[in-house]
């Protein structure tokens, strides 16, 4: 499995960004996908994540109205637009996909497959 990131980089306080994660090696209809972010000396935290069958939604509190995650699965990719970002969203990104069939979740441990990563850094 292989996940490849497009996007991030230096953006400014209320700017925005679109991070996109590509998936290959599976079948990526059947997977849920999350982002997660980590700033350093911090625990990696979910932000994100769509789920495989009614690509429902969720988010943590601290990035809803301000985030959209979506999926194109002709594409096999995973989209997080953000806008209207802060400095405290800087961190490295990741996306992950979960197991087969699997649902959402907060937990880095649920997800089987991630990628190196992709740095967001917001200027003040």
């Known amino acids: 499995v292989q996940v490849v990131y497009s996007g991030g980089g230096l953006v400014q306080t209320g700017g925005s960004l679109r991070l996109a994660c590509t998936v290959s090696?599976?079948?990526?209809?059947?997977?849920?996908v999350g982002w997660f972010r980590q700033a350093p000396g911090k625990a990696r935290e979910g932000v994100s994540c769509?789920?495989?069958?009614?690509?429902?939604?969720y988010y943590t509190n601290s990035v809803k109205g301000r985030f959209t995650v979506s999926r194109d699965n002709a594409k096999n990719t995973v989209y997080l637009q953000m806008n209207n970002v802060k400095p405290e969203d800087t961190a490295m990104y990741y996306c992950?996909?979960?197991?087969?069939?699997?649902?959402?979740?907060?937990?880095?441990?649920?997800?089987?497959?991630w990628g190196q990563g992709t740095q967001v850094t917001v200027s003040s």
């Open positions: 769509i789920s495989w069958s009614v690509h429902a939604t």
């Open positions: 090696g599976l079948t990526f209809e059947n997977h849920a």
């Open positions: 992950a996909a979960g197991p087969d069939g699997g649902e959402c979740s907060w937990y880095p441990d649920d997800f089987a497959y």
